[in-house]
């Protein structure tokens, strides 16, 4: 996959080195990057986590070097490029830090060349999101106004007492606290973040069966900020009030989530997942069925649900 990358000359570029690999400066950066593209592409996929560990150590183990501008600078064109499709598709998956710095340096390599695109520069934003580096996003939206990057709130950090968190949204969206979320009562969590999330939260809050169970017991958790766009983030909660979204802090503090498809309905009790079921369509009444079914079985049904 081509991630983030539609400039002509570098689509020509990419395009070529993939169907022969052989056409790149340093056949060894070619046999490189294809060992994490594998990895990236793989199916089916252990849990999230694992999956993401080891697209993480194959990247480390084979673009380590990745460590300064002078060394990107002597790269050709080609090299460059495979080093992007590597730290790239490493960035979508991990919120490493060190992953981030590295896209950071590709990228104004690539800038420098005039190789970098719209999406390669919301690339950088979204993984210096997902690094949790706040301020650092923040100033490379600054220093890239033309690419309208979405606003970064002001994100303030708190004490989560240990349980897993989130980010919960002020009003005006210009800021985000963590909260601690106690996973110990039952309770529902919905994973969400996608089209059919959507339709889901619109129905979901005016069904006069579920809607009023989901107001009592549910919460709708995305990915982490630069997981989750920022601009959707502050469009679900202007547009679904009643179900509003809490962005998780650290993906590695929800393992009980094994896969985060979207959407997932949760229930959960003492820290794990009792039960669940998944997807939802606006012409498929057999979701909603399944999803009475649940929070049924739950015995969430009955007003007084604890």
């Not at 080093?83 to 800038?111: C, I, K, M, N, P």
Request: with cysteine; charged share 25%; hydrophobic share 45%.
């Amino acid at each position: 996959m081509l991630l983030g990358m539609t400039n002509p000359k570098i689509l020509l570029l990419a395009l070529l080195l993939l169907a022969q690999p052989s056409l790149a400066g340093d056949g060894d950066v070619a046999q490189r990057a294809q060992r994490v593209k594998v990895l990236a592409d793989m199916r089916p996929r252990p849990d999230d986590l694992t999956y993401a560990a080891n697209i993480r150590r194959e990247y480390e183990a084979n673009f380590g070097q990745i460590n300064d501008a002078a060394h990107l600078r002597s790269s050709s064109d080609a090299d460059l490029l495979l080093y992007w499709q590597a730290v790239s598709s490493t960035g979508f998956y991990s919120d490493d830090a060190g992953v981030a710095d590295a896209a950071v340096r590709v990228h104004a390599e690539l800038e420098r060349r005039g190789m970098a695109d719209a999406k390669a520069t919301e690339r950088v934003f979204n993984v210096l999101l997902k690094a949790r580096r706040f301020d650092a996003a923040r100033d490379f939206a600054t220093r890239h106004a033309d690419s309208k990057l979405p606003a970064v709130p002001q994100f303030i950090d708190t004490d989560a007492g240990g349980m897993p968190s989130a980010w919960q949204s002020s009003a005006d969206g210009g800021s985000a606290t963590r909260i601690g979320i106690d996973l110990t009562p039952l309770q529902i969590i919905v994973v969400a973040g996608c089209h059919f999330s959507e339709d889901a939260a619109r129905e979901i809050t005016i069904d006069p069966t579920l809607g009023p169970v989901f107001a009592r017991h549910a919460r709708w958790v995305s990915l982490p900020p630069g997981g989750e766009n920022l601009d959707a983030l502050a469009e679900w909660n202007r547009m679904y009030p009643q179900a509003p979204m809490l962005a998780i802090h650290d993906r590695s503090e929800w393992a009980l989530i094994s896969h985060w498809a979207m959407p997932t309905f949760a229930i959960v009790k003492d820290g794990k997942v009792i039960d669940s079921t998944r997807g939802w369509s606006s012409d498929g009444p057999e979701f909603r069925a399944q999803l009475v079914a649940l929070v049924e079985r739950a015995g969430l049904l009955q007003p007084d649900a604890r």
